[in-house]
Every structure is written in C-alpha cells, then in structure tokens.
C-alpha cells in the first residue's frame, strides 16, 4: 500500500514537511487512477519538484559520479559475492545481537563503537571497507565510515543496509 494512500497519511500531514492541505491534495491526487502525466509546454505555475530548478547537466553528472565513489548498492554488493569478484570486506556494524539475528552473508561483525585503530589492525591497511547498518532510517553506516575515514581507510556504504538488502529479494544469514 503506497504511504498517500494508509490512514496516517490520511490523518497528519506528510513528514516531508507538506502542509496539511499538501497532505489532503496528495491523499486525493493518489486516489485518482486515471491521471495522465503530461508535461505542459509552458506551466501556469511551477511544481514543488521544481520550486528549486535542476541542476545543468554537466554538474548533475559529476555530482552522481562523485555519490558513486562513496556508496554502493545491494545488488552489486551481493553480485560480487556471487561472482567470487569480493575485492572488499563488509561489515555489519549493527549490534553483535542484531548480527546474530541475521545479517547479509558474507559479512564481519564490527559494531559502530568498536571501530577502532587497535581493532581494524585486524585488517591488511589496503583494505577496502563496505559498511551497513540496519537501513535507510539507520545512520550507523554513516557513523562508522566517519571512523574507517578518519582511521585512513577506504570506505563505502552499502546503501539501503539490510532493509535494501530485504527489499532486493535477498535472504540473511544467520
């Protein structure tokens, strides 16, 4: 069920900070099954997609090209696994419990906390690191790049963490 459409959508308005009637237009626009998106040769008036202009194209390339060097997805993270191309380690820095309850396959326990000097000497220096945490609503991955960066290592965050990972159709481990 789209979240327009479920009763909390209905009764508050959006967490993206819609108004109360942004919430009742969005609830009745999702409701409507026979609408068209068609763009307009010259709108009477701007969307809030558009209240802020794109960015040219020549910046919006070499700013997803840069995002590329920090992050990665699950796909490609259970690709290489599959294809034996792991030229990285993943770790869970969930809890040792949360690790315990289930985790993407593949992957090393090392909690957010623990992530120090002393413990990533476990670790050859050239190590190349891909974190997760539980996901989009978790900021541990983020949490524990600061760390490995800040320790000299080479990091990337598995975006989407094990919700991602879920969402991919892909099973945990235990």
């Known amino acids: ?30 409701r409507r099954t026979n609408l068209k998106q068609r763009p307009s040769a010259e709108p009477s008036s701007k969307s809030r997609v558009l209240e802020v202009a794109a960015a040219p194209s020549q910046d919006a390339f070499e700013h997803f090209s840069r995002k ?16 034996g191309a792991v ?14 309850n289930g985790h ?6 090392v909690p ?10 476990e670790f050859p220096l050239g190590t190349n690191f891909v974190v997760y945490c539980a996901g989009p609503h978790c900021n541990g991955a ?3 790049a600061i760390r490995l960066a800040s320790l000299g290592r080479p990091v990337k965050e598995m975006i989407g963490g ?13």
């Open 162 to 174: 094990v919700t991602g990972w879920l969402d991919e159709g892909l099973i945990l481990e235990k």
């Open 142 to 144: 983020n949490k524990a």
């Open 112 to 121: 957010v906390l623990s992530i120090s000097e002393e413990r990533m000497m």
């Open 68 to 83: 590329l060097e920090f992050e990665t997805d699950c796909s490609d993270v259970h690709s290489a696994f599959v294809s």
């Open 1 to 30: 069920m789209s979240s327009l459409t479920s009763p909390q959508a209905e009764l508050a308005p959006a967490s993206c900070g819609c108004t109360e009637e942004d919430a009742r237009i969005h609830g009745n626009a999702a």
């Open 87 to 100: 030229d990285f380690l993943l770790l869970d820095v969930r809890s040792a419990q949360l690790y315990l």
């Open 104 to 109: 993407v396959p593949g992957a090393v326990s």
